[in-house]
C-alpha cells in the first residue's frame, strides 16, 4: 500500500515561472491537506481539499497560488510567478476523514528553490 | 502570540539521558494533540497522540495539563537514533479543523 506520493521531490523554477506540484493520497484517503515549512521553521497549514471542492484555504496566499484535487488524479498546488519567498518545502497530508488529521500521513515533501 | 510554542533548542543530550520538551499552546478549545517526528529534510511523522490521562510508548511518555495549555515530551534512555526534530501538533485550529504545527525543538544525542 503505497503512502502519500508526491512529485516532483526537488523542483527549480526562475523568477516569474510556474510551479506545480502534485499531490497522490494513500488509497482511500479523499482527504488533503497542504502545509509549507519555510527554512528553519515549523509546518503552516495552506489548504484543506476534498475530491473536487475546497473546504478550507485559510492558509493560502491571497494571489499567485491555487489548489485542486479533481475527481481523477492527483492533488495539484499550483504557484504562479514564483519569488524567492516561495524557496520551501511543500508538504502534501492525507487522511481517510477531517477529524483533526487523526490518520493523517505526509507525503516526503517537494522542495521548491526559486533563484 | 504564536498557537503553539516550542523551545527551538537544540537539546544536546548524551545517549542514555533523560530529556524533557514542553509546549503550550493558546487555543483552550483544542482538543487534539500530537508529538510528531521529523528528520533532517524529511517529513513529519506522527510519534505519537497525547491524552489528558497521559500516555507511554516504550521509552516515549507524553502528557497533557488541559488547565495550563501545556504539553510534553518525555525520552528515556535517549538513542542516537532519537536525534531529530520533535514538533508539538495541536488541533483544531481557530478556523475549525485544520492542526497547527509548533515550530518544533531539535534533539541531538551525543555518543
Known amino acids: 500500500n503505497a503512502g502519500v506520493m508526491q512529485n516532483p521531490r526537488h523542483l527549480v523554477r526562475r523568477r516569474g515561472q510556474e510551479a506545480r506540484l502534485r499531490c497522490s493520497p494513500m488509497?482511500?484517503?479523499?482527504?488533503v491537506y497542504w502545509y509549507r515549512q519555510l527554512p528553519e521553521e515549523g509546518l503552516k497549514f495552506m489548504v484543506y481539499?476534498?475530491?473536487?471542492?475546497?473546504?478550507?484555504e485559510s492558509g493560502m496566499p491571497k494571489e499567485r497560488f491555487s489548489a485542486e484535487f479533481p475527481k481523477e488524479g492527483p492533488s495539484i498546488l499550483r504557484i504562479q510567478q514564483v519569488v524567492r519567498g516561495d524557496s520551501a518545502a511543500y508538504f502534501c497530508?492525507?487522511?481517510?476523514?477531517?477529524?483533526?488529521?487523526?490518520?493523517?500521513?505526509f507525503g516526503q515533501g517537494t522542495r521548491l528553490t526559486v533563484v | 502570540r504564536k498557537e503553539v510554542e516550542q523551545d527551538p533548542g537544540p537539546f544536546n543530550v548524551p545517549e542514555g539521558a533523560t530529556v524533557a520538551f514542553n509546549c503550550t499552546y493558546s487555543?483552550?478549545?483544542?482538543?487534539?494533540f500530537f508529538w510528531y517526528r521529523q528528520d533532517c529534510r524529511k517529513e513529519p511523522k506522527l510519534l505519537m497522540s497525547?491524552?489528558?490521562s497521559g500516555n507511554e510508548d516504550g521509552r516515549f511518555t507524553a502528557q497533557l495539563n488541559r488547565a495550563s495549555q501545556y504539553i510534553s515530551l518525555l525520552i528515556r534512555d535517549s538513542k542516537l537514533s532519537d536525534s531529530a526534530t520533535y514538533l508539538c501538533?495541536?488541533?483544531?485550529?481557530?478556523?475549525?479543523?485544520?492542526?497547527?504545527f509548533g515550530g518544533g525543538t531539535r534533539l541531538m544525542v551525543k555518543p
Open positions: 501538533v495541536v488541533g483544531p485550529n481557530n478556523a475549525g479543523n485544520m492542526l497547527t
Open positions: 497525547v491524552y489528558s
Open positions: 497530508a492525507s487522511s481517510p476523514s477531517h477529524i483533526a488529521q487523526r490518520e493523517a500521513f
Open positions: 481539499l476534498q475530491k473536487e471542492n475546497i473546504i478550507d
Open positions: 487555543n483552550s478549545a483544542s482538543q487534539s
Open positions: 488509497k482511500g484517503h479523499s482527504h
